[in-house]
């Protein structure tokens, strides 16, 4: 069964400074996708960065950077120098089982990681 | 461009009545998908529509939920009755390729009394 564990309830962090927020994903598919999204407190979903199981290269979009480890099933969210606009929920997620003539899956999503910023 | 649509955005009704959520998603997407999030239970998938066909519907609850999507620029997700258990933020996401990523609408909060 597809699954996607986030063990940090709550992280806090100072500005400009990095943080790292944890994700695991358990799968058996070949193709898979894994994503980050950010819900600040007014509620949106937020898309940040996106990695597939076939990627060679870590995923990177400005300040955010995906960890990917295969061998470990991880998908880390790194945020290099916090601001105080990052204070928010972050979800991982993962669809699975896209491929030629295939759409995959819908998202499954990781219970959340609450990142607080301070100055 | 626009985003994806939801409305209403607040919606607050009384047990056993009838309620109507509508999404209208970005323009090309192919994907469109209804998820549902509470604090006991996350983030969770309703149905899925692909190509305005539904895909997965595994997460619709009961029979009081129904979904349908009846051209690629509009869906409506339908609860009847409501419980006061159904008292959520609804999403809307839509998505552009295969396996990608979705975009979420800004969201319905319904609130059943």
């Known amino acids: 069964a597809q699954k996607i564990t986030q063990t940090q309830p709550g992280m806090f962090v100072q500005e400009k400074e990095a943080v790292t927020l944890d994700c695991t994903y358990d799968t058996s598919d070949p193709s898979y996708g894994l994503f980050w999204y950010k819900q600040p407190s007014s509620g949106e979903m937020i898309f940040l960065i996106y990695q597939g199981s076939y990627d060679q290269q870590n995923a990177t979009e400005g300040r955010y950077s995906l960890n990917f480890q295969k061998a470990r099933k991880s998908a880390n969210l790194v945020i290099s120098a916090s601001q105080l606009g990052d204070s928010a929920m972050y979800f991982c997620a993962m669809n699975t089982g896209w491929r030629a003539n295939q759409a995959g899956t819908a998202l499954i999503f990781g219970k959340g990681t609450t990142l607080s910023v301070s100055s | 461009d626009a985003g994806v649509i939801q409305s209403p955005r607040h919606e607050v009704t009384e047990m056993g009545q009838e309620v109507t959520l509508r999404c209208k998603p970005i323009s090309g997407h192919n994907s469109l998908f209804w998820y549902r999030q509470t604090m006991m239970r996350g983030l969770e998938l309703l149905i899925y529509?692909?190509?305005?066909?539904?895909?997965?519907d595994s997460g619709m609850p009961e029979d009081r939920f129904s979904a349908k999507m009846p051209n690629a620029s509009f869906s409506t997700l339908k609860i009847q009755p409501s419980e006061p258990r159904d008292s959520a933020v609804y999403f809307c996401?839509?998505?552009?390729?295969?396996?990608?990523?979705?975009?979420f609408g800004p969201g319905t909060r319904l609130t059943v009394t």
């Open positions: 996401a839509s998505r552009y390729r295969d396996g990608g990523e979705q975009y």
């Open positions: 529509f692909n190509n305005n066909v539904p895909i997965d």
